[in-house]
């Protein structure tokens, strides 16, 4: 609070969970409103005059743009905080608008991987790739893994060997190859079961094909879970097939709570799962490849507890809440420097 005085602007109403929250921190919520980007952009652009703004952090291209519109003639400086491949600037149009509109502003990336994606040789402003900070749920009980115990909640007998995927049903999420995976094993292994917590766009889909399945009654589909960090506790391996991910939070989220991960090698992934010291790597698509890594962690218990060990460790280090803070508030300093 002695180097920062922030407040946070919304295009939609906030919620009342989200005013409290970070009302708790001394931030205030700006209600922009969203009728496409002249009315935001007027609000934003006497907010930043009245209180003598003098950097804006930007989420989206979206609110970039709008920013762009509020600041022009002031002496506010933008930051374009980019956390996706899956574009975030698609399209021609867009990115050429991007690329024209933020040559001097300064560019955070949260990934090398994302930085690829988006970064162009015209860029004249400041760029860095920041880490998030992850809170270890050891030390915030409302994430604090579940016991055992709690299993059966989901249907999960005490005797099965669970495996649990976080995240939304669209395509390059790519939940088939780890279905066709799982279809290659649970013939063999009578205790194998599976978790794919999220909804979205294929859910109903991917739910009708899996119910036609012979191993149907042992993949799991809870929706979505305000609770899924804890509902990692229940797990013994957590896998992650996507493809093109621009960072994988729930991937680091199951390194905190101890499980040993199976990520593909593509996107930022191997940027923290470095293979057979924090996790395994599988080629991308390849179910033949990704059904041989889950299997010798079930059969090697002893390796997927090594490698737990060793991704706590590291995403403990790399994805630490007071080394994000110290970064965050450099990058906001330098820009005004």
Not at 20 to 29: C, F, H, I, P
Not at 99 to 124: E, T
Not at 215 to 231: N, V
Request: with cysteine.
């Amino acid at each position: 609070p002695s180097r920062v005085e922030m407040w946070v602007g919304s295009f939609a109403e906030p919620t009342s969970e989200m005013v409290a929250d970070l009302g708790k921190a001394g931030v205030e919520v700006l209600t922009l409103g969203d009728r496409s980007y002249l009315q935001p952009a007027l609000a934003l652009r006497r907010f930043v005059r009245q209180n003598q703004i003098n950097v804006m952090v930007c989420g989206s291209l979206k609110s970039y743009l709008v920013a762009k519109l509020a600041t022009r003639g002031t002496d506010c400086r933008l930051i374009f905080w980019i956390a996706a491949i899956p574009l975030v600037i698609d399209g021609r149009l867009k990115r050429w608008i991007f690329r024209r509109g933020a040559r001097p502003d300064s560019l955070v990336f949260v990934s090398a991987a994302v930085r690829a994606a988006h970064y162009y040789a015209g860029h004249k402003g400041k760029s860095r790739v920041l880490y998030y900070g992850i809170e270890d749920p050891e030390t915030v009980d409302e994430f604090k893994p579940y016991p055992s115990a709690h299993r059966a909640s989901l249907g999960l007998p005490d005797h099965a060997f669970v495996l649990v995927f976080i995240g939304e049903f669209i395509g390059w999420k790519d939940h088939e190859t780890l279905l066709q995976a799982v279809a290659r094993l649970m013939g063999r292994h009578a205790n194998l079961h599976l978790v794919l917590i999220g909804v979205g766009e294929l859910f109903v889909e991917t739910k009708a094909k899996v119910s036609g399945s012979p191993y149907a009654d042992r993949i799991h589909f809870p929706g979505s879970r305000p609770d899924a960090r804890r509902i990692l506790g229940l797990a013994d391996l957590y896998v992650q097939p996507s493809r093109g991910e621009g960072l994988g939070l729930a991937v680091v989220e199951a390194m905190l709570a101890g499980l040993p991960v199976i990520v593909s090698n593509e996107g930022a992934f191997p940027e923290y799962v470095t293979d057979r010291v924090s996790g395994l790597l599988f080629p991308a698509g390849d179910a033949a490849a990704l059904a041989a890594r889950i299997e010798e962690l079930y059969l090697d218990r002893a390796l997927g507890d090594r490698l737990a060990t060793a991704g706590r460790a590291h995403c403990l280090a790399m994805f630490s809440p007071t080394r994000f803070v110290d970064e965050m508030t450099h990058a906001l300093e330098e820009v005004i420097a």
